[in-house]
């Protein structure tokens, strides 16, 4: 099982609609959750970070976190062309030794 | 354009050569980060940096070696690589030490020939 898992997509959602990108993590002691967005051929830009159980919102942006399930997601509002991109999660866990893990990321497509 | 740079940009070297990769953050923060991002696979984290001091290295060969001479500089030294390493190296920086948000620089193309 791989300590940080996303679906790759692509996922396809028209102009306007809501965008929801999924992610489980596997060590159940992780406590930072972090969403990063890549451009093709740029390097990865924080988006926004949870700590907590519930909802975090920024702008059009949502995180989820749900740390029973090992689930956290992010939901993008009034999604754009300019969102088009992959969006990475990734977990931190601390306990023991520092883990710093990335999935390899679900590319979202917005369609014009 | 962020606060954390990286130079070169692109860097092509042949398996005996000897170089370095230079990154340098100016938004004051305490802790950098080596990454290595290969296609298909997820971010591997190479080396941590806290103020100054290395507390991580995640099982990277000894042909890769960091330093860090002051909070705001970090090197990644290259020497007989091979031509699986040729991969896209990002360096992060964070502010409040390891565990927060990780802003990235540019990163260094690498290819080995």
């Known amino acids: 099982q791989k300590e940080v898992e996303q679906n790759s997509g692509p996922l396809s959602v028209p102009e306007g609609a809501i965008a929801s990108l999924n992610c489980t993590y596997s060590d159940r002691v992780s406590q930072s959750f972090f969403w990063y967005r890549q451009y093709s051929g740029k390097s990865p830009e924080l988006i926004m970070s949870i700590y907590s159980n519930g909802d975090k919102e920024d702008g059009r942006f949502t995180a989820q976190l749900n740390k029973a399930s090992q689930y956290v997601s992010l939901l993008i509002r009034d999604s754009q062309p300019s969102d088009s991109a992959t969006y990475l999660c990734a977990v931190l866990t601390t306990s023991g030794t520092y883990k710093y893990i990335f999935g390899t990321g679900t590319r979202l497509k917005v369609l014009a | 354009e962020t606060g954390v740079t990286q130079t070169p940009r692109h860097l092509v070297m042949g398996m005996t050569n000897k170089k370095s990769l230079k990154c340098e953050q100016h938004l004051g923060h305490n802790a950098m980060y080596w990454y290595k991002q290969s296609a298909k696979k997820p971010l591997e984290l190479m080396f941590v940096y806290n103020f100054k001091e290395q507390t991580e290295n995640n099982s990277v060969p000894s042909r890769f070696s960091p330093e860090c001479p002051n909070s705001s500089h970090l090197f990644l030294h290259l020497h007989t690589l091979q031509p699986e390493d040729s991969a896209l190296y990002l360096c992060?920086?964070?502010?409040?030490?390891?565990?927060?948000?990780?802003?990235f620089g540019p990163g260094t193309r690498l290819t080995v020939t």
């Open positions: 992060a920086s964070s502010l409040r030490g390891v565990g927060y948000e990780q802003y």
